[in-house]
């Protein structure tokens, strides 16, 4: 089964929302980054069996191009694709687009690619952005009456933060936890330490990325002083590695979308290896790197804690002809071959940048 080419299709597609670390002033210049072009790319067999991949935000088809253009004409049985030498903003959307062509091909779903499914559904984070605490109240009061099972609150300033956080717990009440996401900008120990005695009464699952992570030995340090466990947003196996030789943490987020699909598998086998559970957080992304992400915590035994996967309830269209589905705070695992999406031609010629 050879490879004979490769389409590509710039697409822009809106955020409805914003979910972002930064003030409200700030929203327009973060959303512009969310909403940014990003390449659709299909790559087809010599049967003319189509293999769907999604590039990231800011590469252009040029770049994806010329990453594409080694492989094609070779035959996938000569290719590793667990190990190919592209460029890595670009390879983690060939290794969808690859894995999706083989599970079509062979008529199973990627997850089988991968070994098989500890879970055939995902738990899911809801996030909240940087608001007023009690617009953040209601909104994470309708995500719980929806089936979501934890709140993710994204932090940055430690006196809204904690207006914030306790409008929220109050709002969902004692049963749902809440993971809060400061992006580091909590900055010292200090702060995060005085911010786990403000949060002891609540129901906190994590902190993740309180404070300078170029310093892991202080989270090491931080995990001995509070009770409230730490998760690191972490994005190669290397970084993986470094926090469990240091025990930085507790749980770790690892993002497939940038690390790429083979990456996560590998560093979520070495946070296995240390007992760790991991979550899988994407970003603001379309139905097929959604999917991708599906498969990937399917087939991942530690991957337990809900997910980051976000793009379906923020972008204005997620591209796909029949959306992923969401149910009481679950997504399904696609279990149509491949990656169990199909593009919506006339979506994609609707947000297409001509």
Known sequence: MRLVDCETFTVKVPSKVYVC??????????DEVHSAPQVIIKLRSEENIIGLGEVRRFVSEDEVRSCVKPILGKSLSDLNIQDLSIDPKVKPAVE??????????????????????????????YCIPIKKPDEAAKEALKAVNKGYKLIKVKAWEPSEDIKRVKAIAESIGDDIPIRIDANEGWRRLSTARKMAEKFRRYNIESFEDPISKWNLNQYAMLRKLIDIPIMLHLSSVREVIDAVKREACDYMNLPARYM???EFR?????AEAAGIPIECGVGIDLAIAEAAALHLCAATANATLPSDLIGNYIREDDLAREPLLIEEGFMKVPEKPGLGVELDEEALQNYLIK
């Open 96 to 125: 969808m687009a690859l894995l999706d062509l083989i599970g079509k091909a062979f008529k199973v779903p990627v997850y089988q690619l991968f070994g098989g499914a500890f879970r055939r559904k995902i738990p899911l984070s």
């Open 21 to 30: 670390c930064c003030r409200e002033s700030e929203v327009p210049a973060v």
């Open 260 to 262: 790429g699909l083979f």
């Open 266 to 270: 590998r560093a979520a086998t070495v």
